[in-house]
């Protein structure tokens, strides 16, 4: 991305957080990869998925998953995602 870029937050915050976009690795080699499950309808499906193409590649998958699909993940999941994780792939329906 570059700095032009806009990236909208459907999150209902009425005063939106200021972010800097990271930069993407040149490849996922080496990297471990989170799916994030939203406890969507059918969002296991497309994340079943990735973890099968990603797997097939040699590359290392954590699988995690919302309470709830109508708040945001707790602090603590996004800590332990964080932590374990270089890249994380959310995984949305609808």
């Keep these: 991305m570059n700095d032009a870029s806009i990236l909208m937050d459907p999150t209902g915050e009425s005063a939106p957080a200021q972010r800097t976009v ?52 707790p602090v603590e999941l996004k800590q332990k995602i964080a932590a374990q994780c270089q890249v994380v792939v959310e995984a949305l329906s609808d």
Excluded at 29 to 34: E, M, P, R, S
Excluded at 62 to 69: A, I, L, Q, S, V
């Design 22 to 73: 990271r930069q993407r690795p040149a490849n996922l080699q080496g990297l471990t990869i989170g799916l994030l499950d939203i406890a969507k309808l059918r969002g296991d499906v497309f994340i079943d998925r990735l973890e099968q193409l990603f797997s097939q590649q040699g590359l290392e998958v954590k699988r995690y998953r919302k309470p709830t699909n109508t708040k945001p993940a």
